[in-house]
């Protein structure tokens, strides 16, 4: 089973850009989608006719929205207040959790595409970034207790290590690369999800997963990991493969972001 994680960075523009053609060759079974901001029935058309699509759109227009596509039948879809809380009727918290069961050979697999907060530094917005992050870190300790094979994913806004970030030493002070942003991802691992992106790939600078659309970012490779994929240990123990599909050029891109594609022999 092949699951892909991306920010769209706008469905439209990503469909302009060629999105669906890149699905359609990708080999995918599951693709999931952050910062559509588009209502599904835009959303789906665009992905493709060949795609069964779910979607929490946020309520606040042209902003955030997360969505699955799966190739066969998603099941047990939840959203919003009904996966994460109280704390999910705020209109600036919605679009930003959904999540489905889709089979495999092995049996079902839990699947959640995720769009957290991006924060800025010293600003009310960095509330909003950890309140959200508790409400996920409290789900996902469900999740681990109710299934046997989840994987949570999606654009984190967090660079978790020195690794994960080209500048780090410049970023210190950055919102996504704050000490307490990445304690959060700390306690995640420590839980026992699996960041299959690292855990693969081992301790090596990158593979980055956003670029700035600003100067030479993409071009000297100057990037971030805010992508991920945090597996249980039973999903994550079937990973045969991980990478990061980054564009040829900067004019090829479909978004700033670049797929994690991660390989799972279920």
């Known amino acids: ?35 559509v901001r588009a209502p599904l029935e835009i959303t789906g058309p665009l992905v493709g006719e060949h795609w069964q699509v779910v979607e929490e759109a946020c309520e606040i227009k042209g902003r955030a929205g997360v969505a699955i596509a799966s190739r066969s039948e998603l ?4 959203s919003g207040v009904e996966a994460l809380g109280e704390i999910m009727r705020e209109p600036v ?20 595409s995720t769009y957290q907060h991006s924060g800025t530094a010293g600003t ?14 409290a789900r996902m300790d469900a999740l681990r207790s109710q299934f046997e094979r989840v994987v949570v994913m999606g654009d984190i806004n967090i660079a978790h290590q020195n690794n994960d970030i080209k500048n780090w030493r410049g970023n210190l002070k950055s919102a996504g690369f704050l000490p307490e942003e990445r304690a959060y991802l700390d306690r995640w691992v420590e839980a026992g999800w699996v960041d299959t992106h690292r855990t693969h ?9 956003w670029w700035s659309m600003r100067g030479k970012a993409f071009d000297n490779d100057a990037g971030w990991r805010i992508d ?29 972001h670049a797929p994690l594609i991660v390989d799972y022999a279920l």
């Open 228 to 256: 991920y994929q945090f597996a249980s240990p039973a999903l994550a123990a079937a990973v045969t493969d991980v990478r990061v599909d980054r564009a040829p050029s900067y004019d090829t891109r479909w978004s700033d």
């Open 75 to 78: 099941t047990d879809v939840v």
């Open 201 to 209: 790939v081992g301790d090596q600078p990158g593979p980055y997963t």
């Open 93 to 112: 918290h919605t679009g930003r959790w959904i999540e489905a069961t889709v089979q495999s050979p092995a049996g079902p697999v839990r699947v959640v």
């Open 124 to 137: 009310p917005s960095m509330d909003l970034k950890y309140a959200m992050l508790d409400a996920a870190t």
């Open 1 to 35: 089973m092949r699951i892909v994680s991306v920010n769209v960075n706008g469905v439209r523009a990503a469909a302009r850009k060629g999105m669906a053609e890149w699905l359609d060759g990708s080999g995918a079974d599951v693709v999931c989608l952050q910062e």
